[in-house]
């Protein structure tokens, strides 16, 4: 089964857990299992039934968007990296 990194923000979503194994043939299929196995953090990373916008997935080094999204192909041994944009703020408060 792929591996699924969780990013720290994400992790009281998953029960604190760092990684997790989640079945899926595709992208898609295993963020869609891994919101079903954790119902809480599908709000966090789909609007409806899209990967929001500010939310990257990784297969490797690689972002899924500029392979084939969430029907890039994997393999058992793949690692997906979840990673959400960080929103930046003032410079010293200005």
């Known amino acids: 089964m792929p591996n699924i990194r969780i990013p720290t923000p994400l992790r ?3 029960g604190n857990e760092a990684k997790v194994n989640i079945a899926g ?7 869609s299992n891994l919101t ?23 297969l490797g080094e690689e972002d899924v968007r500029y ?10 041994a793949d690692e997906l990296r979840i990673i ?6 003032s410079v010293n408060g200005q």
Request: net charge negative; no cysteine; aromatic share 10%.
């Open 67 to 76: 392979l084939d999204g969430q029907a890039t192909p994997l393999d058992d």
């Open 12 to 14: 009281p979503f998953t």
């Open 36 to 58: 079903v196995r954790y119902p809480e953090l599908r709000q966090h990373i789909y609007d409806g039934d899209t990967l929001r916008n500010f939310v990257n997935v990784y």
């Open 25 to 31: 043939a595709t992208v898609g299929e295993v963020l």
């Open 84 to 89: 959400p944009s960080i929103a930046g703020g």
